[in-house]
């Protein structure tokens, strides 16, 4: 990747599912660290540590699944359907999904939530008109965390898919 950087290909390299000890790892041996890490992320799994791990590096995090892949094969409707976020969306008259969204903008890290529905695209980009209060934050960040979506059910068995999906 460096090369295809080199040599104009490339505008910028990126990463998805590195660990802190990945990133370590190849920011030993790397001449160009990696711009964007693109990782699970979202109310119920908040990744706190690696993205702390990523600002001191200046690496952008990327959350993926950002409204727990409800309806696809690999996610469920734990962050949807959970109702301490739904408490939260009636009180800011807004949407579960707009409040994980917010919620996302807020920590500082880019998204890419996933939708076939055009009024569903529409609803996910209105969130940048209004916030989410400290208290909003302080319940959000007391759910319980978990990570959702196992790469081996995105990507099938693979060995190398394990040993990601018990470092993550
Ligand atoms: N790098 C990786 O290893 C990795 C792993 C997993 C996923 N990803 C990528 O991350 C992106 C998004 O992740 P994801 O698809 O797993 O999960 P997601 O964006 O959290 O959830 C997608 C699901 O949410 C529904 N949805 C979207 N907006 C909604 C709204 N406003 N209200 C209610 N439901 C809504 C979608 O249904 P509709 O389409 O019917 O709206 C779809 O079923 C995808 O581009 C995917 O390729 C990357």
């Given amino acids: ?43 119920m799994w908040q990744q706190r540590q690696l993205r702390d791990f990523c600002k001191r590096k200046g690496i952008q995090v990327t959350a993926y699944s950002p409204l727990g892949a409800s309806n696809t094969r690999w996610g469920d409707d734990r962050i949807l359907g959970c109702s301490s976020l739904q408490e939260i969306a009636n009180e800011r008259r807004k949407t579960v999904a707009q409040v994980c ?15 076939f529905n055009r009024k569903r695209m529409e609803e996910n980009l209105q969130i940048f008109d209004w916030s989410l209060t400290k208290d909003d934050l302080a319940k959000i ?16 068995p693979h060995d190398l898919v394990k040993e990601i999906d018990m470092e993550a």
Avoid: T
């Fill in 141 to 156: 960040s007391n759910l319980p965390q978990r990570k959702g979506v196992l790469l081996r059910d995105v990507l099938g």
């Fill in 101 to 115: 969204l917010r919620w996302a903008y807020q920590q500082g890290v880019s998204m890419v939530p996933k939708s």
């Fill in 1 to 43: 990747m460096e090369e295809c950087q080199r040599l104009g290909l490339a505008k910028a390299i990126g990463v998805s599912n590195f660990s802190p000890n990945k990133l370590q790892e190849l920011l030993q041996h790397a001449h160009v660290p990696p711009a964007v890490n693109q990782v699970e992320m979202n109310p």
